[in-house]
């Protein structure tokens, strides 16, 4: 089995993989229902998702949604930064709340970067991200780890539910590894369900766009978002021929002692929760009154006139109601894009250890159009042979400069591509090109950074 290690340096060159062995949908499917779908997605960078649906959904039906994602400070915001930037501002954007975390916990505990470097390097991705367009405030919210009381709080709440083989198993710890470490994975799960706080009008759909290398992390959440929470909703086959189907109510927490012991009082009040379910469900006493069933150990609600499909979304958001009524957590288990990594300027991955293999957002423009200048392309080795063959824009790293970043024209990256492909366009002019449009990308980016210091100014950090 393929691992993918978050905080190792693996490439995966075989995405297919990811649908197959991991259970990620492919993002492709999606793209109909999106109405401004972001260059990413138009692109197929973004290439696969969990469960994005629910985001969608809430995205066109005008419902609450957010977009969050952290950021280690432990060296150079660069392109691949701005990736996960974008795309949190553009879910702002569509009416999201965006939540953006340093995690200088982190980087603190795995990079040992002291809290001076990841203040000041936390400010530097803060910058970028409002030079990107991140709107700070009632939908906006900027937090350092170590200075978020509510994060550390849940992280401690989480760490409940997570043992250590589960952290072994996922991120290879062993004995040798220090405990702030694996505080950190549990840090960054409170980062991913914090938005779904009652204090943030959660729960509520929050998508985490990531690289493929994060899915660990995002699964890991996934499955506490489950555990944490008083209630499990499913649903099961009818257990009456008159039934469309069951729609099952489980109550597996520790933190809830509803639903629990075996005696007429729990009967009855998993009877009076039953009520309370179904009716803030708006489900008609009249549906269900043949079997409303309640037991010690679950309750379950019969689908008579409508269909369990029908019934299950409505019985779910008021189960979470419900919860949350009584003090539980309700969250729903977060959803996540994938997009593709770029690869380095020389070839390999585009990696902050490695300062060549990649463009940062705080470069001299100048430096950084010389970069583009040596970058890798995928031209032939004269120029004759680029005429007869065509050059391979799939294995330049400068037309990937154009795909992700510098072009936003559809149709001017097809001309690039097919230009290309077709012999007529010739490298040197190409990288003239891009390297022109890197410098007055960084040149601006870099104007932007320095009127967004005010706004930093005004977090009070
Ligand atoms: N672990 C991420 C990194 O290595 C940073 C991070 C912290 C994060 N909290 C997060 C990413 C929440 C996504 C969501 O850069
Ligand atoms: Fe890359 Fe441009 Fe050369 Fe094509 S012409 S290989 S896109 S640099």
């Excluded at 980087?107 to 700070?136: M, N, Q």
């Excluded at 991955?349 to 010389?370: C, H």
């Excluded at 200048?373 to 995928?378: C, Q, R």
């Excluded at 510098?406 to 990256?413: P, R, S």
Aim: aromatic share 10%; proline share 5%; hydrophobic share 35%.
């Amino acid at each position: 089995m393929t691992t993918i290690d978050p905080w190792g340096a693996v490439k995966i060159d075989n995405y297919s993989k990811l649908f197959d062995e991991f259970g990620i949908s492919r993002f492709d499917e999606l793209l109909v229902k999106i109405k401004n779908p972001h260059r990413y997605m138009r692109r197929n960078v973004i290439f696969g998702h969990r469960s994005y649906e629910s985001v969608l959904d809430a995205m066109l039906s005008g419902k609450p949604f957010a977009a969050m994602s952290g950021f280690m400070p432990s060296g150079q915001v660069h392109l691949g930064h701005k990736m996960v930037m974008e795309e949190i501002i553009w879910h702002q954007q569509q009416g999201g709340d965006a939540f953006l975390a340093i995690a200088d916990m982190e980087a603190h505990s795995v990079r040992g970067k002291s809290w001076k470097e990841c203040d000041t390097l936390g400010k530097d991705y803060i910058l970028s991200a409002f030079a990107l367009g991140f709107e700070p405030g009632e939908h906006g919210h900027i937090y350092f780890q170590s200075k978020s009381a509510q994060v550390k709080d849940l992280s401690f709440e989480l760490g409940i539910k997570t043992n250590f083989s589960e952290l072994s198993a996922i991120y290879g710890f062993n004995g040798e590894t220090n405990i702030a470490h694996m505080v950190s994975a549990v840090t960054q799960s409170a980062d991913i369900l914090q938005p779904q706080l009652k204090e943030f009008g959660g729960p509520k759909p929050v998508v985490i766009p990531v690289g493929a290398d994060q899915d660990p992390h995002i699964r890991l959440t996934r499955g506490l978002a489950d555990k944490m929470n008083m209630f499990h909703v499913f649903p099961g086959p009818p257990r009456h021929p008159n039934f469309k189907g069951m729609i099952n109510i489980y109550s597996k927490s520790p933190t809830s002692d509803t639903m629990k012991t075996e005696n007429e009082f729990n009967i009855l009040k998993n009877r009076l929760l039953q009520e309370k379910i179904v009716s803030k469900a708006g489900i008609k006493f009249d549906d269900t009154e043949d079997s409303m069933n309640c037991y010690t150990g679950h309750i379950e609600i019969a689908c008579i006139k409508s269909s369990p499909e029908e019934l299950l979304p409505k019985v779910q958001e008021s189960t979470r109601a419900v919860a949350l009524e009584l003090g539980g957590y309700a969250f729903m288990p977060p959803a996540s894009t994938y997009h593709k990594f770029m690869t380095g300027l020389y070839g390999g991955k585009m990696s902050s250890s490695v300062p060549d293999s990649f463009i940062g957002l705080t470069e001299e423009p100048q430096a950084g159009a010389k970069k583009v200048m040596h970058a890798m392309t995928g031209g032939r080795v004269t120029l004759q042979e680029q005429q007869k063959l065509g050059g391979e824009p799939e294995k330049c790293s400068v037309y990937e400069l154009l795909l992700f970043h510098l072009v936003d024209d559809d149709n001017e990256l097809v001309e690039v591509y097919k230009d290309c492909e077709g012999g007529t366009r010739v490298c040197g002019n190409c990288k003239k090109y891009a390297a022109g449009l890197m410098e007055e990308f960084l040149r601006c980016h870099q104007k932007k950074r320095e009127l967004a210091k005010e706004k930093l100014a005004g977090l009070g950090f």
